[in-house]
């Protein structure tokens, strides 16, 4: 069949209306790029484009349910703070050095990018950067764009690792109904088909930033704040600097026998943030615990002090944490400010006569007063109108002392239901789901809703959590577009635009350089429309062009669905727009940093894809 001969018809013209106004409207961002996707919906349902019965389902495709199911299973692992373990891990390993370090992180946040969706990814490994960042004293900004370009060329190593391979599998299949006649129909791809891209691609990224990219990294502060950021910022602003430690008590200490008030009171002593006596772990102990020989008391503050005081009091200093490891997990407890309100209660009364770590939890470590820091013997300090409290406690503690009003807590803190106790269950049942996954006999989006209702049933997330742990944005970009998708494929416009692609390239040309250049123009669309809307348009465009050409469809759907998240250059990639602010990136530095590293991937993509097929 010669594609050039294909009349040009009036549906087709429609259909490419359509596209065109579709990535005029992204790239100018007038309107939310979900409403725009609602707009072609209806433009698709009212011109007859798509037929009444298959308009809305994308809804219920495929590639929706494993989005939304990878959502679920992405905050069932963040209620158990799993990832947030990796700073203290990363940092022990490291041992000082950066690139190290540097090396590590990305390829630790590389190998999760695949479990979920690259969003969430970032998120989670944003609070565990600035943990890095504040305790090794490097800025942000040599952090945060290595891994965020990990978690992107991970996410090619499976299936469901990022929005664009999700969507491949539907486009394949609906591909079959306009296949010219003596071709082959297009089959779905495996759970883990693109892993050796993946796995190259990744490799390409530590490769890159640990050789050469590292050294163009920016040293500039960012000018926004992540979760893990507080750190620095109670240090600069309080003097409360350091980190968490443990402290074993055995009978020869001075301190068995005393009270916390006493020790609290003792020349160089850290602050006591916990106390383990007998099964009993508390956060926040009252001034009146019993310390006694074989207590473990929870401490912050810099590693020489905290070393100094235990050598002085026989005390022995653990290597890592284990009785308080989820007590001080970042997703759990951390440092805040309230501000006392003038018609609070607690005005003229102090911390020893309200009892906070009593009553509620609430270790106090500093009050700022008219610009004062107070520090000393703050528990006997009654309180004013303004006082800014600095506190330490369990997120969990924070909501009722807010609701209460006599506290106002203003720093942001984690307001989801953490339970680091269903780690192991969570990791299980992920371990389960992904060996499902891998299984032929079960459909990709079934083996994911199955975790999701193992993780629901596990306790590790409830309904409620798992509702709105969902992006509808994302879940309404994606639904609405995919009918886009087939309307170019059913009209002939793909086939029609593939034909005069082919006749405008001279006939030398072999299949591969035509995916490299597929490749880089589907990076480029990705810029400008985003990667739902760059794989739409480009893998109907990409298979009737591989047919054309003579080359592999699948291998050019292939090609282009990879190539589509091949945006490290522009904040259009939520990805990078996540850490623009935080790291203090210009766009210069993004162009200068990640642009040698996307003509990389665009290489490393199509030579992976002709080694595979």
């Known amino acids: 069949m010669d ?17 065109g106004f579709t990535m005029i409207m992204f790239l100018f961002e007038r309107i939310r790029a979900d409403v725009v996707a609602l707009v072609v919906l209806v433009l698709l349902g009212l011109t007859g484009l798509v037929d009444p019965e ?39 390993r490291a041992h000082g050095d950066e690139r190290r370090l540097l090396l590590l992180a990305t390829a630790a946040a590389g190998v999760n990018s695949p479990l979920m ?8 490994y944003m609070p565990v950067a600035a943990r890095l960042s504040s305790r090794t004293g490097l800025p942000l900004s040599r952090f945060l764009l290595p891994i965020a370009a990990a978690i992107v060329m991970g996410g090619g190593l499976t299936m469901v690792g990022n929005t664009p391979l999700i969507l491949l599998n539907d486009l394949l299949l609906a591909a079959n109904a306009n296949l010219p006649s003596g071709a082959g129909s297009l089959k779905p791809l495996r759970m883990f088909a693109p892993m050796p891209i993946g796995l190259a691609l990744l490799a390409s990224s530590l490769a890159y930033f ?27 602003a309080y003097g409360i600097d350091g ?109 020893a006569e309200l009892q906070l770590r009593r009553r509620y939890g609430l270790s106090l470590l500093a009050i700022n007063r008219d610009k004062d820091v107070i520090r000393d013997d703050i528990r ?42 269903k780690l192991k269950a969570a990791l299980v049942i992920f371990a389960i789901t992904m060996l499902l996954a ?29 509702y709105a742990s969902i992006s509808w944005r994302t879940v309404f970009l994606m639904a609405c577009l995919i009918p886009l998708g087939w309307a170019m494929d059913s009209s002939g416009a793909a086939a029609w635009l593939a034909g005069h692609i082919s006749a405008l390239l001279p006939a030398w040309m072999p299949p591969w350089m035509l995916e490299l250049v597929m490749a880089i123009g589907t990076a480029a669309f990705s810029i400008a429309i985003g990667n739902v809307g760059a794989t739409i348009v480009m893998v109907p465009l990409a298979i009737n062009l591989a047919l054309a050409a003579g080359g592999n469809p699948t291998a050019f759907a292939l090609t282009v669905a990879v190539a589509a998240s091949n945006n490290l250059v522009t ?24 642009g040698p590293l996307s003509l990389i991937y665009a290489a490393v993509t199509v030579l992976v894809v002709n080694l595979m097929f």
Request: charged letters at 20%; aromatic letters at 6%.
């Open 438 to 466: 891998l299984s032929s006999r079960l459909p990709v989006s079934i083996a994911l809703m199955a975790g999701v209702v193992g993780m629901l049933l596990a306790g590790v997330i409830d309904i409620d959590e798992a």
């Open 117 to 124: 969706q690259n969003p969430s990814i970032m998120a989670l």
């Open 571 to 594: 904040p259009s990639n939520a990805i990078i727009s996540m850490i623009t602010a935080p790291g203090g990136y210009t766009a210069g530095d993004l162009w200068r940093v990640s």
């Open 243 to 351: 980190d968490v430690y443990e402290l074993d008590v055995d009978a020869a200490s001075p301190l068995a026998g005393l009270t916390v008030g006493e020790v609290e009171r003792m020349s160089g002593a850290p602050l006591l943030l916990a106390l383990k006596n007998g099964d009993e772990v508390r956060m926040a102990p009252p001034a009146d615990s019993r310390i006694v020989a074989g207590s473990v008391i929870g401490v912050m503050g810099t590693e020489q002090a905290v070393r100094d005081f235990a050598q002085l009091h026989f005390l022995c200093v653990a290597n890592r944490l284990r009785t308080f490891a989820d007590s001080f997990n970042p997703s759990r407890s951390g440092i805040s400010e309230a501000v006392v309100p003038a018609t609070s209660r607690y005005i003229g009364r102090t911390a």
């Open 210 to 236: 640990y050789f050469y990219g590292y050294r163009r990294l920016p040293d500039t502060e960012g000018k926004g704040a992540t979760p893990g950021r507080t750190q620095s910022y109670f240090a600069e």
């Open 54 to 92: 298959a308009l809305f389902g994308g809804f219920a495709g495929n590639a929706v349910i494993c989005v939304m199911s990878t959502m679920i299973l992405g905050a069932g692992l963040d209620r158990t703070g799993a990832l947030n373990r990796l700073a203290g891990w990363l940092l022990r």
């Open 380 to 421: 006997n300090v009654s309180l004013r109108a303004g006082d800014m409290l600095v506190l330490h406690s369990l997120w969990s503690e924070l909501a009722p002392v807010n609701r209460e009003r006599d506290l106002v807590v203003v720093t942001d803190y984690p307001k989801a239901k953490q339970r680091p106790h």
């Open 3 to 19: 594609d050039t001969a294909l009349p040009l018809t009036q549906d087709m013209v429609l259909v490419l209306a359509i596209a």
